[in-house]
Nanobody, 127 residues
C-alpha cells in the first residue's frame, strides 16, 4: 500500500510558477514509476508527466513539454512537478499517482494503469 499526499497548489497569475510536491508513505517508493495527472472541471483526467523509478527517464504531455519538469528524490520519498510559464488552461486539480512499472519499463499514460493516487491539489491560473 502506498499513500500519496500532494501539496504546493494555489492561485497564480498567468506566466507564473508553482512547484507541486507529492510525498509517499511507502519505503518501496523507489520501485514505482510516478506520474502527475490533472483534471479540469467537466473534463477527463489527463496525463501530465511521468518519471521512472530511477529518475533516468521522463515523459511529458505535449501541452506541458518545456514548461513543466518532473523530478524525484527517492531518499525523501517525494516526487515534484515544477510548473513554469503557467497558462489559464493549466487550471485543474493535480494528482500524483504511483505505477508498478511493466517489464518494458515504459512510462504509462493511462490513468487506469496507476495503482495508487493522492487526494489532489488545486492549481488555479488567473489571466
Amino acid at each position: 500500500q502506498v499513500q500519496l499526499v500532494e501539496s504546493g497548489g494555489g492561485l497564480v497569475q498567468a506566466g507564473g510558477s508553482l512547484r507541486l510536491s507529492c510525498a509517499a508513505s511507502a519505503s518501496t517508493f523507489s520501485a514505482y514509476t510516478m506520474g502527475w495527472f490533472r483534471q479540469a472541471p467537466g473534463k477527463e483526467r489527463e496525463f501530465v508527466a511521468g518519471i521512472t523509478w530511477s529518475g533516468a527517464s521522463t515523459y511529458y504531455a505535449n501541452s506541458v513539454k518545456i514548461r513543466f519538469t518532473i523530478s524525484r528524490d527517492n531518499a525523501k520519498n517525494t516526487v515534484y512537478l515544477q510548473m513554469n510559464s503557467l497558462k489559464p488552461e493549466d487550471t485543474a486539480v493535480y494528482y500524483c499517482a504511483a505505477d508498478r512499472p511493466p517489464l518494458s519499463g515504459n512510462i504509462r499514460t493511462a490513468s487506469w494503469e496507476y495503482d495508487y493516487w493522492g487526494q489532489g491539489t488545486q492549481v488555479t491560473v488567473s489571466p
